[in-house]
């Protein structure tokens, strides 16, 4: 048995919504709807799912940056909503993330070099003459040369200013790491860079990587086991091979299909979905995937499937294929 | 229609207001004795005693909080402490005025200040452009009451252009109009200019470009309209101000408007008097904002009809 | 039916040009798809916003840009707007911030029409409900009163496809149009855009980063890096043999759907700033065939093999026809 680091337990995350009625009921975005997965120590673990699906909240639910308004996330065994600030803030330190756009993250004002330090001295980690020897061999870590350290974020470039963010993540050493969308917004050729920096550094520090992406090729590519979200719940979960070689679920079957190959002309198999992901406001009841789905039975619009087991790890919420 | 958002907009400005009369009540009681300032310097204790007696004042300060709330909500203002006319009626026959004035100083520096602002945009960094926004710096860095000492020292005392005081002709308009509006109309050209600037650069308006719209087109009709909704309130709350300021004006002017009759009210703690103008005031600032806030509301979709239907 | 020759952009920025577009030649018959594919900032966009003259006011376009025997950049501002919206037409990246926010659907398509026909609003409205209709847009005469943030990224777009065909134009140019959208509404999108290729038969020039996209949706390609064409030719062909390293690299720095383990090939370096450009080839620092004889000079577009055609002294397949 593989030991799990990340344990997330019947997650719901809703939203009140404003409502422009004077009287109107409270409505909610249900965000997270009754999530569960567990990522195993040194994973590679993907979240696919188009916007709105929840993939972001979800991550946010994790690193505890949300709390869940239902459900548990254990990290090492441990709730984090239920430690004392001290000993959150330790354990808080083993989760590290990226976010989608790395100038964001970065403050314009402050040398690369001394960003990546500054978790060091927050956390007051290391010998402070030992903290420039130790942001150098980060940069190093990242690819990147020494004289990087006095740049300011405006003079580099995307895939640079991602490998700083990473840098300032890995620095204190943790055990997870969080990409949400980490190479959206870099050029093509730069994507592959920044992805098998990924690779190298999941292979050389045993880390665990919880990667959030819509870009299903990446995802396949990386991952060791996904999950596929739609409006807020998991519709199959697998490991990487086994997801693409044998997909179950009809939304993971038109979303892989969606995919544009690269071979000139293929476009002949494509599953069509019609209409865009609908919001997760007000879901009509049956599987929220129904209204567009192509094999939808009157089952399907009355009671919502669970995620079951296929065998082997393979899980899957569809009437259709679990008969259940 | 969004109900929700114009009756909270509604809902404020009425507790605003309510705030606002509570405020003014307490805050003049607590500066001064109207009897003091009202009886002359050898008042006897009884003539204290008896106009303390006249207008009420005896009583707890409470009751008087009470009896101001309830005349309030009838309307009824109480009389003048100096001539015991009804205030009301006093008000009433400087308020024309003061509108008068204030209506025109706010569409003086709308019509002038606006259509500035949108050349300055239009033909940024240009010779134009920067003596626009160079007046406009001048216009509101300038205390306007110097403002108006300096117009009446030139036009009236060395040119005999225009009359110095009074409000009879057009003529006694110009100078107090221009004077309150210069400050207005100077920040109007400039926010008028930033939000054409950034709505231009907007990508709908490229589209409208590619569909072929010529220049004025894509200005007027799409440009336009997203700018204004800053730009609308910008101008809603400084009619505020706007209000404030011509209580100066007035007074350098002698334009015979409610202003002026505050002053020389407060001068005498004629406190009914000096209640109800700081009321009206207060009142016409409340109005000016929930005016911006409906306006608002019409003119950007996004708070009038709500996302639905994706 | 268009023929750019040498078109040339410069953008005046404080005071400096800097030059963004270095010669482009573009060709395209009546009816034909073409793609133009490349990263950001590698003029692209710039490319067809030179041929409809809407760059902002700080842009110099020089060159020929010949439609029906007239030359573009030489008509009257006036005639430049009766073809805009009418026989060229755009649709753009992100259709929800290009559409204006205070103005009706029905509103907005409607404008095209009375910008390029004369009719009444009757008229008017009833063929923006037929083009809605034909993008595929339910319920078309209720959505008429929508404002564009009442509809989501697919619905908005397809509006914007609504605008671009109003007119009937000969030439329809898509910039990135799927980039904004979730993967099965790119699909939905692209599928649209060819149907309407086929019925009406306009020319259609796609631009996109996205190289699966070129792969199934156009015949011909062109392929861009830093404000120059590298490479141009059939898309079958260019998808199995590059000629140009560039088009090589972007190939292997994808992921691929279909089986292939291992690493990404990365393009070393990043895309050069227009206004640091190398000496002589302009991806010679990034390319891994590069040879003393690339420091001379930009190389010019030449023939490899029938209409296939690279600028590359070196080409991956076939050999340079130009002098050095």
Not at chain 1, 233 to 250: G, I, K, M, Y
Not at chain 1, 263 to 278: E, N, V
Not at chain 2, 44 to 65: A, H, S, V
Not at chain 2, 176 to 197: D, F, Q, V
Request: overall charge neutral; some cysteine; hydrophobic content about 45%.
């Amino acid at each position: 048995m593989r030991e799990k680091l990340v344990e997330a337990k019947g997650l719901y995350k809703q939203y009140a919504l404003k409502s422009d009625k004077l009287f109107a009921k409270r409505r909610y975005l249900k965000a997270v709807d009754g999530v569960t997965f567990d990522i195993y120590k040194g994973e590679f673990f993907g979240v696919v799912g188009e916007s709105g699906c929840g993939k972001s909240t979800t991550a946010k639910l994790i690193l505890d940056m949300e709390h869940p308004t239902k459900g548990t996330v254990l990290f090492k065994g441990r709730d984090m909503s239920t430690l004392k600030p001290k000993e959150w803030r330790a354990i808080r330190l083993d989760m590290q993330m990226i976010f989608q756009d790395p100038l964001g993250a970065l403050d314009p004002y402050m040398c690369v070099g001394k960003q990546i330090m500054e978790p060091l001295e927050i956390h007051n980690i290391g010998d402070p003459k030992d903290r420039k020897q130790m942001v150098l061999d980060m940069l190093a870590a990242v690819s990147l040369k020494p004289i990087f350290y006095d740049r300011y974020p405006h003079e580099l470039s995307g895939g640079q200013r991602q490998r700083i963010v990473l840098a300032r993540a890995l620095i204190v050493k943790p055990q997870l790491l969080v990409c949400d969308e980490p190479i959206s917004a870099l050029d093509v050729s730069i994507q592959a860079q920044v992805v098998n920096l990924f690779k190298r550094i999941h292979k050389e520090l045993n880390l665990t990587f919880m990667f959030i992406s819509h870009d299903l090729r990446i995802v396949k590519h990386v991952c060791d086991r996904i999950i596929v979200m739609y409006l807020g719940r998991v519709v199959e979960e697998a490991e990487s091979d086994e997801l693409f070689a044998n997909t179950l679920h009809p939304y993971s079957q038109a979303l892989i299909s969606a995919v544009p190959s690269l071979t000139p002309d293929a476009q002949a198999k494509r599953i069509m979905l019609h209409g865009d992901p609908p919001n997760p406001i007000d879901l009509p009841k049956g599987c929220r995937f129904a209204s567009r789905c192509s094999k939808c039975t009157p089952r399907c619009l009355e009671s919502e499937p669970e995620l079951v087991d296929m065998g082997n790890g393979h899980k899957v919420a569809c009437f259709l294929v679990t008969g259940k | 229609m969004h109900v929700k958002y114009f009756l909270v907009k509604t809902l404020r400005a009425f507790l605003t207001t309510f705030l606002l009369v509570v405020f003014v009540f307490f805050v003049l009681r607590i500066t001064g004795d109207p009897a003091q300032a009202m009886l002359p310097d050898d008042a006897t204790e009884e003539d204290y005693i008896e106009f303390r007696q006249l207008w009420g004042l005896d009583k707890p300060l409470m009751e008087q909080f009470y009896i101001y709330c309830k005349n309030f909500v009838h309307g009824d203002f109480g009389q003048s402490y100096k001539d015991g006319r009804d205030v009301f009626e006093i008000i009433s026959q400087r308020l024309p005025k003061s509108v008068w004035l204030m209506g025109m100083s706010i569409i003086f520096s709308i019509v002038v200040g606006l259509p500035l602002g949108i050349y300055a945009a239009l033909h940024r960094n240009s010779f134009g452009d920067r003596f626009i926004m160079g007046t406009a710096v001048f216009g509101f860095s300038m205390p306007n009451f110097f403002l108006g000492i300096m117009f009446i020292l030139i036009f009236s005392m060395k040119l005999h252009w225009l009359p110095s005081a009074g409000s009879d002709t057009w003529l006694h308009l110009l100078m107090p109009m221009i004077t309150i509006g210069m400050t207005r109309m100077g920040s109007y050209a400039r926010y008028t200019r930033s939000a054409m600037l950034n709505v231009l650069s907007k990508p709908y308006i490229i589209t409208a470009k590619a569909k072929g719209a010529n220049r004025n087109r894509m200005v007027y009709l799409h440009a336009l309209p997203n700018a204004a909704i800053p730009i609308v309130t910008v101008i809603g709350t400084s009619i505020g101000h706007m209000v404030g300021g011509s209580v100066v004006i007035e007074n350098v002017f002698a334009w015979p408007g409610v202003g002026r009759l505050l002053v020389s009210s407060v001068a005498v703690r004629d406190l009914p008097v000096v209640q109800a103008i700081v009321i009206i005031m207060g009142l016409a600032m409340v109005l000016a904002n929930l005016l911006v806030d409906f306006t608002y509301g019409l003119l950007d979709p996004r708070i009038r009809v709500t996302a639905g239907d994706k | 039916m268009l023929h750019v020759k040498n078109l040339k952009v410069d953008f005046e920025v404080d005071g400096r040009r800097i030059r963004i577009l270095h010669g482009v030649d573009l060709d395209l018959e009546e009816g034909e798809t073409l793609g133009l594919v490349g990263e950001s900032g590698c003029g692209k966009s710039v490319t067809c916003s030179a041929i409809l003259r809407i760059l902002a006011d700080n842009a110099t376009v020089t060159g020929e840009v010949m439609y029906d025997g007239t030359d573009l950049l030489k008509l009257p501002a006036s005639k430049m707007e009766e073809i805009r919206g009418k026989d060229i037409t755009m649709i753009f990246q992100d259709p929800v911030v290009y559409m204006n926010p205070v103005k009706t659907i029905g509103n907005q398509i409607t404008e095209v029409i009375h910008l390029h026909e004369k009719c009444s609003q009757a008229e008017a409205d009833k063929k923006a409900i037929d083009l809605l209709t034909q993008v595929g847009i339910p319920h078309p005469e209720t959505r008429l009163k929508y404002y564009p943030h009442q509809l989501s990224g697919g619905l908005c777009q397809r509006v914007m496809i609504a605008m671009a065909l109003a007119c009937k134009p000969k030439l329809l140019m898509a910039d990135e149009p799927t980039t904004a959208l979730d993967v099965t509404v790119q699909a939905q999108i692209l599928d649209l855009l060819r149907s309407l290729n086929k019925k009406l038969g306009m020319a259609t020039i796609l631009v996109t980063h996205d190289l699966g996209v070129i792969a199934e949706n156009v015949k011909r390609v062109m392929v861009m890096y830093a404000g120059v064409v590298v490479e141009e030719g059939p898309v079958d062909i260019i998808f199995k043999k590059p000629a140009h390293p560039y088009t090589e690299g972007l190939l292997n720095s994808l992921p691929k759907m279909d089986g292939q383990e291992g690493d990404l090939i990365p393009i070393e370096g990043s895309v050069p700033a227009p206004d640091k450009r190398p000496a002589g080839c302009c991806f010679g620092p990034r390319c891994k065939y590069m040879t003393d004889e690339c420091l001379k000079g930009q190389p010019k577009l030449t023939t490899i093999n029938g209409t296939h055609r690279c600028a590359c002294f070196h080409p991956v397949h076939g050999t340079y026809g130009g002098e050095a």
